[in-house]
């Protein structure tokens, strides 16, 4: 266990199509959202689906995979790495974020190019 590292890994389905970008340097960014569903019953016995969002950024040939063939409600698994980072909102107030650095995309269902 002295090799632990930072990783997720996800199955969710896509809030949006990615938002695409073309930073100075050249590299592409895609920013998406996908959900996660967990399901339990309470005490009462209902079912209770317990939903996350999760913020996903991908970089470079896995933007353009993205760009590709994520669309909103597709089911996708992805892996990749937990990120941290601040920034100043149009208030000034400082904002803090999580997203998940994705470095691998799976497809899951149709294939076709959107």
Known sequence: ???LRN???LIGHLGMNPEI???ESGKKLAKF???TNESYKNAKGEKITDTQW???IAWNKTAEIAEMYLEKGKEVALEGKLT???YEDTNGAKRYITE???NELLL???KEPR
């Open 21 to 23: 970008k073309i930073l």
């Open 108 to 110: 899951l269902g149709s």
């Open 84 to 86: 941290n980072r601040s």
């Open 7 to 9: 990783k997720v890994q």
């Open 1 to 3: 266990m002295s090799h």
């Open 33 to 35: 959202s996908i959900a």
């Open 100 to 102: 998940i650095v994705c």
């Open 54 to 56: 999760h913020h996903v």
